[in-house]
């Protein structure tokens, strides 16, 4: 598929904080985030974890690789970034807004969901298909998307 130009579109999350737009996209904790937004994110998943957040592994579809891997794919995905950067650079209690250019997947729903709980924070999602309000580990699609 690559010899003919056809090709996977990558996860791009923005965030708008202090009228900057920041760019996210799926991977990038690998590479381009600071350090500072690499430890939060580890933490968040910590924490999400104690209060029974499960990643959905089967949603990476690399079959040769262990399932920690698979998890550490996940946690950087592009929405992920976002929300993370989100709640390092606003105050407690404000919106998160998130804009995505394709669909959310159902790991990070899951995630947003027990984010905006343990946060008590208000997510409104965008992604391609419809707009996701996360307010108190309930999502306004009902968990159907």
């Given at each position: 598929?690559?010899?003919?130009?056809?090709?996977?579109?990558?996860g791009c999350s923005s965030i708008?904080?202090?009228?900057?737009?920041?760019?996210?996209?799926?991977?990038?904790?690998?590479?381009?985030?600071?350090?500072?937004?690499?430890?939060?994110?580890?933490?968040?998943?910590?924490?999400?974890?104690?209060?029974?957040?499960?990643?959905?592994?089967?949603?990476?579809?690399?079959?040769?690789?262990?399932?920690?891997?698979?998890?550490?794919?996940?946690?950087?995905?592009?929405?992920k970034l976002a929300i993370a950067?989100?709640?390092?650079?606003?105050?407690?209690?404000?919106?998160?807004?998130?804009?995505?250019?394709?669909?959310?997947?159902?790991?990070?729903?899951?995630?947003?969901?027990?984010?905006?709980?343990?946060?008590?924070?208000?997510?409104?999602?965008?992604?391609?298909?419809?707009?996701?309000?996360?307010?108190?580990?309930?999502?306004?699609?009902?968990?159907?998307?």
């Amino acid at each position: 598929m690559i010899q003919r130009g056809v090709g996977k579109i990558p996860g791009c999350s923005s965030i708008e904080i202090n009228n900057i737009v920041h760019e996210f996209f799926s991977g990038d904790g690998v590479h381009y985030v600071s350090t500072a937004l690499h430890r939060a994110l580890d933490e968040l998943m910590k924490e999400l974890k104690l209060v029974g957040y499960v990643p959905d592994t089967s949603l990476v579809f690399h079959a040769d690789i262990g399932e920690e891997d698979k998890e550490i794919i996940l946690r950087y995905h592009s929405e992920k970034l976002a929300i993370a950067f989100g709640l390092l650079n606003t105050l407690p209690g404000t919106t998160i807004r998130v804009v995505k250019n394709l669909r959310v997947c159902g790991d990070c729903h899951s995630a947003a969901k027990f984010i905006s709980l343990i946060f008590n924070r208000e997510i409104i999602l965008r992604d391609v298909q419809r707009f996701h309000h996360f307010k108190d580990g309930r999502c306004s699609c009902g968990d159907y998307w």
